[in-house]
């Protein structure tokens, strides 16, 4: 990816690292004496899990979820959004850690964090790398979060345009189109 893809570096490799370091801490404290289930919402957030969960102090089972949303209508003509994840996964009795790379809306994370409940976890809370308040349509806030952002679009450290810049050790703003998945 060439330097003229991006405008600016908003968050350079070296906070990552140390702020990933410091939310492993704070979630090895929250589950001190648990094993955790980390659920891993693809794309955006596989790089972050992956910093993350060498981190943490606790036993820890991975898991990777894809969430996807359908357009459909409803027997009353009206437009409706259906989201889905796949593979499903047990967590029943289990403490679940969901992992997002990136939460703005928060509509596929709170579902996400209802659905996962209502399989029976003991505990559903979220993780999430970057945090776009602003942009957010449900009330929603992650249990833990790594940086607030303004930045309409972003590439690097898991997250792409729409495949293109994930593998970058950095976060930048996006010139342009918006990234896939956010």
Avoid: W
Avoid at 6 to 28: C, H, P, T, W
Avoid at 29 to 52: I, S
Avoid at 111 to 119: E, S, V
Avoid at 143 to 156: A, L, N
């Amino acid at each position: 990816m060439s330097t003229q893809e991006y405008s600016k570096v908003i968050l350079n490799s070296d906070q990552i690292q140390k702020r990933v370091k410091e939310l492993g801490r704070q979630i090895s404290d929250a589950y001190d004496g648990k094993t955790l289930h980390v659920v891993c919402v693809l794309e955006n957030a596989f790089m972050f899990m992956a910093d993350l969960v060498r981190t943490l102090d606790v036993p820890v089972v991975c898991h990777f979820i894809k969430a996807y949303t359908r357009e459909t209508i409803d027997g009353t003509g009206t437009p409706t959004t259906e989201i889905f994840f796949k593979p499903e996964i047990s967590v029943k009795g289990q403490h679940v850690l969901l992992v997002e790379g990136l939460v703005q809306s928060g509509v596929t994370s709170e579902f996400l964090m209802r659905n996962l409940t209502a399989r029976g976890a003991v505990s559903v809370k979220m993780v999430a790398f970057l945090d776009k308040q602003a942009a957010r349509r449900v009330q929603l806030q992650p249990d833990f979060f790594g940086f607030m952002i303004h930045e309409p679009y972003v590439i690097g450290y898991g997250m792409g345009a729409p495949d293109e810049g994930r593998n970058l050790p950095f976060v930048a703003s996006k010139q342009g189109q918006a990234a896939a998945g956010q």
